[in-house]
């Protein structure tokens, strides 16, 4: 009864640390979506926590790999570079998954960064982050539709 008991409260702190330090959200949810014949392994950001975090920190991001943003409703969304250390192609889409916007982004090494982002006027529910230059080595452009695999 002792053992299992000390298992049980094992088990809890596990599960308990892991959440509380921000482990397990999104690189457990790895999700593919594609544009034609590009494809991409996304990490998926649909809680506050994740959208903050996003991409900050990282030395790197594989080619076909990038961060996928997802919103409970269509809104204006602006992101910026603060502490993030990759150039990113940063790809707007509505509820529809057609890109509305498409920006490229620079790391940002001072405290007032630059916010990147469609007009007021441009909603968006999704905005997935890309390594810079591979919207346009694989032509993406605006009214492309993105799925999932």
């Not at 094992?10 to 482990?23: A, E, H, R, S």
Request: hydrophobic share 40%.
């Amino acid at each position: 009864m002792k053992l299992i008991l000390i298992l049980i409260i094992i088990v809890l702190i596990v599960v308990v640390g892991y959440n509380w330090f921000g482990y397990s959200s999104s690189e457990d949810s790895i999700e593919k979506v594609c544009f034609r014949d590009s494809c991409f392994d996304v990490e998926i950001a649909d809680s506050d926590e994740e959208r903050t975090r996003g991409l900050m920190y990282r030395d790197s991001l594989c080619s076909d790999c990038g961060m996928l943003f997802v919103y409970g409703e269509e809104g204006n969304y602006k992101f910026w570079m603060k502490n993030t250390l990759i150039p990113l192609d940063i790809i707007w889409l509505d509820e529809d998954l057609e890109v509305v916007y498409i920006s490229n982004a620079v790391p940002c090494k001072v405290e007032e960064c630059e916010l990147y982002g469609p007009s007021s006027d441009v909603k968006s529910k999704y905005v997935l982050e890309i390594n810079s230059g591979i919207a346009e080595e694989v032509g993406l452009v605006i009214g492309n539709r993105m799925i999932f695999s």
